[in-house]
């Protein structure tokens, strides 16, 4: 049960370059959700996902598409990426119900110069 | 909007001593209460949870914490700090009703055992 899996772990992309980061999860969970970790800043929710074909927007999602085709797939693309995209990200599921925690993946570590 | 304060970011403290780590949060509604953990490099781990019920939430690692509505809070606490437990601490909130999937952060807190 590999639970939240995210691929790359690392990256670094020159400015401009498209990429996508990879989340898969086998927990069968509802809810996906990706965040940016940022010093002093926390966790802010770039896109979030309550079902397969069913996508919404948080609180950062310029730069940044999703989709969402099937259960276990959640792929973050960034179309033309930029210093400020210089980030971690998380990528974390949850069951439907509201009143259970998040589930996350070990991060990438994106680095845009 | 709700929003999660935690007004230290860095928390110093020796070994086997007591520490406590602060949490408010901002929200009309009824919440759903969380205390996560990050280790170097690694994912975020879910330490407890408050959802309903007692106030006082027993997590792992001997870690609790008690909400308390009146103040808006939801503090960490450890009576006895281990080396180990050297890592960044997250408090998180959620709508009890609406909000979708949101789950708000709060902008963490080093936690850093000394000898």
């Known amino acids: 049960n590999a639970g939240v899996t995210q691929t790359p772990k690392f990256q670094v992309l020159k400015t401009g370059q498209s990429m996508t980061l990879q989340c898969a999860q086998d927990?069968?969970?509802?809810?996906m959700s990706w965040y940016r970790q940022d010093p002093g800043m926390g966790l802010r929710l770039i896109h979030y996902?309550?079902?397969?074909?069913?996508?919404d927007q948080g609180e950062v999602p310029n730069g940044y598409n999703v989709s969402r085709s099937t259960t276990e797939d959640f792929p973050l693309r960034l179309l033309s990426a930029a210093p400020s995209q210089t980030s971690v990200y998380f990528c974390?599921?949850?069951?439907?119900?509201?009143?259970?925690?998040?589930?996350f993946g070990q991060g990438t570590r994106l680095t845009v110069v | 909007a709700q929003s999660v304060t935690q007004l230290d970011s860095q928390v110093p403290v020796f070994e086997e001593a007591p520490v406590e780590l602060r949490c408010n949060y901002s929200s009309s509604v009824s919440v759903y209460l969380f205390w996560y953990v990050q280790y170097p490099n690694q994912g975020l781990q879910l330490l407890l949870k408050?959802?309903?019920?007692?106030?006082l939430v027993k997590g792992i690692n001997g870690f609790e914490a008690e909400f308390n509505k009146s103040q808006t809070s939801f503090h960490l606490r450890k009576p006895s700090v281990h080396i180990s437990d050297t890592a960044e601490y997250f408090c998180?909130?959620?709508?009890?009703?609406?909000?979708?999937?949101?789950?708000?952060f709060g902008t963490g807190t080093q936690l850093k055992v000394e000898l």
């Open positions: 996902s309550v079902g397969a074909g069913i996508t």
């Open positions: 998180a909130v959620r709508k009890g009703t609406g909000g979708g999937n949101k789950l708000t």
């Open positions: 408050y959802l309903s019920g007692s106030t």
């Open positions: 974390a599921t949850r069951p439907g119900q509201m009143n259970t925690e998040a589930f």
């Open positions: 927990m069968n969970h509802e809810y």
